[in-house]
């Protein structure tokens, strides 16, 4: 049975930076699409970023992070992390880890399969 466990969230200043983990069982990551979302309170699921199933690259639907979040994937350990920095208090949320074994580029949370239970991640002075 799929099984992600997010990490590494936590309380940072406003510019600061955080690194997030997200390791995964019972599957191979290459072969599936994966993703980070995050959840504001009172707000829907967002996507972050995804690297793609077919290609491999990285996508970042969210025009306000990129360039400074960064999503890579670690193969051998099954793992994906979330470099995040200059963060901003707006970037207060769970964020969450998925994988679709339906798609191959960043889609709606509702295109996902499997989820990660999420980690806090709270920016504020």
């Known amino acids: 049975q799929v099984h992600l466990e997010e990490s590494g969230g936590g309380l940072v200043q406003p510019g600061g930076s955080l690194r997030l983990s997200c390791t995964a069982s019972?599957?191979?990551?290459?072969?599936?699409?994966i993703a980070w979302f995050r959840q504001a309170p009172g707000k829907e699921r967002e996507g972050v970023a995804c690297i793609s199933s077919l290609d491999g690259r990285t996508y970042y639907p969210d025009d306000s992070i990129k360039g400074r979040f960064t999503m890579t994937r670690d193969n051998s350990k099954k793992t994906v992390f979330l470099q995040m920095n200059s963060l901003k208090p707006e970037g207060t949320a769970v964020y969450y880890c998925a994988i679709s074994t339906g798609t191959h580029y960043c889609s709606s949370p509702y295109e996902y399969d499997h989820w990660g239970q999420g980690t806090q991640v709270t920016v504020s002075s």
């Open positions: 019972a599957l191979t990551l290459d072969y599936y699409l």
